[in-house]
């Protein structure tokens, strides 16, 4: 069983659409975070949220860490084929970071 | 700054042989963590040091696979002997703080498994 659970799994639109991706957990995380990965390279790390309620934005996306910490969302304004990647959310669990399964968008031109 | 260090980028090997992989981490990261990440998943957590201690390795399938970061700086993954599900890719990162922050990742390293 996943410890975080990411949906949908795979994700494909055309460019300028929205989305929203989602985190789950029955655990409470100290924080979180999205990283982004592109084939054939590591994990990078987009945002990381540690309040309760908390929204980030970076350009195009939005963040939000749910009240309870318990869960995340990440929303894109108007994808652009350069979004495409493997989505991973990421939880600090007894100090190390667990990661969910991604949800792996594929932005059409 | 130059980045987290893996090698090599690709193996294939039989399985029952054995395999190496070697990370050097972002100078000053006093955490380093291996991952293992199967095809259409994500990174799966298999051991994790703070300096050349043991903080978690509770994942990690001792039977075959071990690890270590003799003077808390590189770290050597070992699978002895291959399995064909071992193959995946094996990422290394590094962090400055233990369990908080931000994780460096490698490129990785692929395993094939034949």
């Known amino acids: 069983t996943q410890l975080l659970e990411q949906s949908p799994q795979f994700l494909s639109i055309q460019e300028g659409e929205n989305l929203t991706v989602y985190c789950n957990s029955s655990?409470?995380?100290?924080?979180l975070q999205w990283y982004r990965q592109e084939p054939g390279e590591g994990p990078v790390l987009l945002v990381t949220?540690?309040?309760?309620?908390e929204v980030k934005k970076l350009k195009r996306l939005t963040f939000q860490f749910g009240d309870a910490r318990k869960d995340s969302s990440l929303h894109i304004t108007a994808a652009q084929p350069g979004d495409t990647g493997l989505y991973l959310c990421a939880g600090e669990w007894n100090n190390d970071m667990r990661f969910g399964a991604g949800t792996r968008l594929t932005v059409k031109p | 700054e130059a980045g987290v260090a893996q090698s090599p980028r690709y193996k294939i090997i039989e399985k029952r042989q054995s395999v190496a992989f070697w990370c050097n981490p972002i100078s000053g990261h006093a955490t380093l963590y291996w991952y293992q990440q199967i095809l259409g998943q994500g990174p799966k957590l298999l051991i994790q040091?703070?300096?050349?201690?043991?903080?978690?390795d509770s994942q990690l399938p001792k039977d075959r696979f071990s690890a270590e970061r003799l003077k808390g700086v590189d770290s050597t993954l070992k699978i002895q002997p291959a399995k064909l599900e071992d193959s995946a890719v094996y990422l290394c990162a590094s962090s400055l703080y233990l369990g908080t922050g931000e994780l460096f990742f490698g490129e990785g390293s692929r395993l094939t498994v034949l």
């Open positions: 655990s409470v995380f100290s924080s």
């Open positions: 040091f703070q300096n050349n201690g043991v903080v978690d």
């Open positions: 949220v540690v309040t309760g309620g």
